[in-house]
Structure formats: C-alpha cells, structure tokens
C-alpha cells in the first residue's frame, strides 16, 4: 500500500482542508491500519490541544470593564486616561470617515495605510512609556537602532528649529520591523516612522503631500529604499517642514 | 445626523465584536502568559478595533481581522518585542524526532489528568508555534483565516503547522519518558 503521499496530508485531513481528496483518503484510511493509527493519534492530538488550550476566562470584573467602555459614547465617556485618548481619536476619525463619499480602490488604499500608521502612533502616545530610548540627543538615538533594524538613517540637526527629539522605538507594521521617532512641538507629538520600502509592495503611490484626512496631518515620502511618514496633530505646514528637516538629513 | 450614525456603526461594532471577547482574552492570556498584560491587549486591541472599524471591509473576515489586530499589537508590545527579538523563527528547533515503538504522546493524553501536561507543553512552543496551534486547534480557524490573521502565506501555515505539532510532540514524548 502506497501511504508516503497520505502521510503527508494527513494535517489536511485532520484540519478539514483536504476537500478534493477526502473521500479517497477516507477509503485509504479504512484499509490502511498504519494510516488509521495517525489518524487516530492526531485526532487525539488535536483534541487534547483543544481542551488544554480553552484554559482561561477573564475576570467579571474586567468584563465589566470592557462593557463599560464598549457602551460608553465617545464624548461622555469618563473612564481611564488612555482610553479617553483613543475614544476621543476614535470618534473624530468616525465622524471624518463618514463624511467620505468617493473612496476609489486606490485611495482606500492608501487610506488603509494611512490608518496603520495612525493606529501605531495613537497606541504609542496613549501607552504608559512611548520610547524605548529616551534622549533628546540624535547622537544617542541613531546608534541605539543599530542591530535593531536592518537599515539605517540620519536623524535632522534640530537646532534653530521648534522641534525637539523625545526619544526612538522599535516599532512592526506586518511583522516589518521599523523605527519610531517621537518629535515634539509646543504640546504636538509627532510621529516618523521609517521602514523599508520593499516591505509596502507598492501599497503606496509614489510621494504625498500633506493630508488631512484622518483627524491627522501625514505626510509620506520615499528616499534611498525608505518609506517615510510623519504624522500628528500639528498643523500640516509644521509636518511638512519636519519632513523637510528630514529630507535634507537623508538626501 | 452625524451623531445618530456614529452611534449605528458603534452599536454594530459592539454586536460583532463582544461575541469575541473570552476567546480573545484566551488566546491574549496563552501569548502574554501573564493576567495584567493580556487584559491590556484585549482593551488596547478593542480600541484600536473600533477605530478603525470605519475601514473594516463588511463581508471580510472580521474574527481574522480582530486576530491581526491584537496579535500585531502583541508584537509591538514590551513583551512581544522581547519574545520576538530572542527567538527567531529560523531558530526554532522542532523537538527532537520520536523514538519508534513503546507509548506514543497520544497514548498518554487520554489521560485526562494529563491536560496540565499538555498545557505545560504549549506554553514551552515558542510563540510563533503557540499561536498556531492555538488558532487552529482551539479557535478551529481554517488556514485561510489562519493565513489572513497571521499575514503569512496559506503554504507557510501548513509548515509552520507541521513543525509546531511535532515540536509539541516532541515536548509530550520528553515529558513521558522523564515521568
Ligand atoms: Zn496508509
């Protein structure tokens, strides 16, 4: 009996993915005492898995919790610092994306990665400790990267500039791992983020100029194999001149 | 009117999303491993959820959209990123390879005081492993939501699957022969 090829698919069989071959695997397995033996460990396996991996429940407490914000309106909400943050975000990117009419394929595109990208840094703002390094000196930042990401950049010179460095993560978008700079101006915190651009597999046209459509002024842009974007609540213009600043570090 | 709609699309997001929530705490418990830690990522992956629900494609799969979400904020999170930075997926060893004859792992699970056994087991799987078999053995996902969620091709779920049961395997049969 030729069981080589079924002992391969046997993970499909037990998963229910094996849909053009089931009922021949099914006639194999009746006929076969050393395929009906996988069969029956794996089915075992995987039950075993199932009941030891059902093992925990949250607490009525953080239930309740969770119901409280999920029932809570944006605007009247009162609960945790963080989460007020994001409620208020929330409710402003709902209101801005409900006024879209036209959303083009293209544009919900990029519409999709610009949210991604709000997304990291609303989650970084409202987190308890938004940087990993915290030092306001590039000199500290830049080599504190190294061996972190697979790539490197020049941070801006910021004297005689408004803007001042608060400090670098590490940060994922896809499993893609980048760099996280947190910028601030009068009380705006500003993002740039940094990642390869082979990783955004043309998910974005070529450069934008600033947008303001997601409660956030973005701006994106791509030099030396690097996928640029800052982003804020600063006005557009002031985005745009830290993206200069940028430009002109990395030529 | 704005408002009166905000509170629709709200409302339908709850309706969606609450059904979910004691299976994603499970599974934010098995990969932060600590309470405090995944009740954060649960109310951080539900904030991030509902604000981007306005880009949520109606008709797309919202429980791998969900999976994503929490699981991409896991990676960014202290935890994640320390998890992630030590244990490269290239270096995850598969367990060792079983002897033949005697009692398999299975013989052993039937056994059901032996679920602690099996729970030790998992909790060993690097995390790329426990996640996996996770979402297909208890959350019963087909490998293309598994794919959806993890953002991997359908053809790495399959092999990562594999080397996660046999690596799971591989822990049962140690446990078995130390005992
Ligand atoms: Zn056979």
Known sequence: MVCEPWKEKLDLYLDGELLDELRVFDAHVRNCPSCAADVLAGVQMKRAIQIAGKRFAP???????????????????????????????????????????????????????????????VATLASSSPVDVVSSDRHTVKPWFQGRI????????????????????????????????????????????????????????????????????????????????????????????????????NP | MRVSRLDAQSDSFEELAMPLFDQLYNFARWLTQNREEAEDLVQETYAKALKGFSSFQLGTNFRAWMYRILRNTFLTSRTGLRVTNTVSLDSEEDGPDLAVGGATP?????????????????????????????LCDV????????????????????????????GLRGRLQKQLQAG
């Open chain 1, 150 to 249: 697979p790539f490197t950049f020049d941070l801006p010179e910021l004297q005689n500039s408004e803007f001042s460095l608060l400090g670098g993560r590490m940060t994922y978008l896809d499993q893609t791992p980048g760099a996280h700079l947190i910028y601030e101006l009068r009380k705006h915190r500003i993002s740039v983020f940094i990642f390869p651009e082979e990783s955004w597999r043309g998910r974005l046209d070529e450069n934008s100029s600033v947008t303001k459509e997601l409660s956030f002024s973005v701006e994106t842009w791509s030099r030396g194999g690097l996928r640029y974007f800052a982003i804020g609540d600063a006005g557009g213009a002031d985005i745009d001149r830290l993206a200069k600043l940028f430009k002109a570090a």
């Open chain 1, 59 to 121: 607490s009525a407490e953080f239930r309740q919790r969770m119901q409280l914000h999920m029932q809570a309106k944006p605007r009247r909400s009162s609960i945790g610092f963080s989460w007020m943050t994001v409620t208020a975000v929330v409710a402003i990117l709902a209101v801005v994306g409900l006024t879209f009419t036209y959303v083009g394929r293209e544009r919900a595109r990029t519409q999709q990665v610009y949210s991604e990208v709000a997304d990291l840094h």
């Open chain 2, 139 to 166: 959350e019963e996902m087909s490998y293309q939501e598994i794919a959806e969620t993890l953002s991997i091709p359908i053809g790495t779920v399959m092999s990562r699957l594999s080397r996660a049961r046999k």
């Open chain 2, 106 to 134: 299975e013989t052993l699970l039937i056994d059901r005081s032996s679920q602690e056994l099996v729970r030790r087991a998992i909790d060993e799987l690097p995390v790329h492993f426990r996640e996996i078999l996770l």
